[in-house]
């Protein structure tokens, strides 16, 4: 299962990209990317898990300048800033939030020492989806750590940062954070459950409910996962765009409607787990699978003639997460809060 995974990995990280199966290491490496990476080799039993931790956990410090703040692309040994942004920071900052639980001292350390540095800053994000990332990390930390628990006003307040979106955005036809939607969308209502898991605060519960039943309601409206396509995204009053759909929000549906299952205990959303997971097997508009059995990787997107044959670094760790944690809670009905992608 970890085969492509491995293969994508070098001594430096994840490689951002490949060409078919085989990495492109012409194109760098991204702490989104190794950020995701870092919360799949945790959930690794493998003789690697370690290993690998340690390379993309190592990848995320030394992206980590002095300010707090991370760069996101690593290209020939430097990092450049051209597609830094606010996600990347809350993505990193979520991933070593999560990492400080691990059971191996070298990752917890160098988690603590990235929170440390970054922790005044994330807490200014304005971005919506960076602040969902901030805010499943300050839960998990609230959740795990006593010393963190004096963040709980800081949580309850980007909670509320989205609360307020959400009102501002709201009409009887259009339940959601802003006027359109593009990526990762399930990650707003995700953060809002697990902000709920530890304050049983009935307004964010309301909105947590309000967005992912507008958002499955739309894309599950031919009985299997239609994501949100790339090409003009779905604004406000338009029709959703079919093309091209990215694993990426499949793995993102996946995680926020395990978290309302985990939060609520409502099993529709579990079922619902299981409908947008069956979109990487074939079960969607194309009826293609996604996933590659021959390289175990994961093709990049669906497109209007069939599947983009590439196989990146963003599509297999957000479809190797999303089943990790998918069939942990399928065995156990464990784990009450999750990341996401």
Not at 62 to 85: C, H, M, R, T
Not at 173 to 196: G, I, Q, R, V
Not at 294 to 312: I, K, R, S
Request: contains cysteine.
């Amino acid at each position: 299962m970890y085969n492509h995974l491995v293969r994508m990995t070098d001594s430096t990280g994840i490689i951002q990209f490949s060409e078919k199966g085989r990495p492109l290491k012409s194109s760098g490496y991204t702490v989104d990317d190794n950020a995701r990476a870092l919360l799949v080799a945790m959930n690794m039993k493998d003789k690697v898990r370690e290993r690998l931790s340690k390379i993309y956990t190592s990848f995320l410090e030394e992206a980590q300048d002095e300010s707090g703040y991370w760069n996101n692309l690593k290209i020939e040994d430097q990092f450049v800033p051209v597609i830094n942004s606010e996600d990347c920071i809350g993505r990193a900052f979520m991933a070593a939030s999560f990492a400080m639980g691990c059971d191996m001292e070298d990752i917890k350390q160098a988690s603590e020492r990235m929170i440390k540095k970054s922790l005044e800053k994330v807490l200014n994000v304005e971005a919506p989806r960076a602040i969902a990332y901030v805010l499943l990390g300050l839960v998990y930390l609230i959740d795990n750590f006593k010393v963190y628990s004096e963040l709980y006003q800081a949580a309850k307040k980007m909670a509320y940062k989205l609360v307020k979106l959400y009102e501002e955005n709201y009409t009887k036809s259009w339940h959601w954070f802003e006027d359109k939607l593009t990526y990762c969308n399930a990650l707003l209502p995700h953060s809002l459950f697990s902000y709920y898991a530890i304050s049983g605060d009935k307004r964010v519960l309301e909105v947590a409910q309000s967005t992912l039943r507008f958002l499955t309601d739309a894309l599950f409206k031919r009985g299997y996962l239609n994501i949100v396509g790339n090409r003009g995204w779905w604004k406000k009053e338009e029709k959703i765009p079919l093309y091209d759909q990215q694993p990426v929000d499949a793995a993102s549906i996946i995680l926020a409607c395990l978290q309302a299952f985990l939060s609520t205990g409502e099993k529709e959303y579990f079922f619902k787990a299981k409908v947008a997971y069956d979109w990487y097997w074939g079960k969607n508009i194309n009826e293609i699978p996604l996933i590659n059995r021959e390289t175990q990787g994961c093709h990049d997107a669906l497109t209007p003639d069939g599947v983009n044959q590439n196989q990146g670094a963003e599509a297999i760790v957000s479809f190797l997460l999303a089943h990790q944690i998918l069939e942990k809670i399928d065995e156990k009905k464990e784990m009450v809060l999750i990341p996401a992608v």
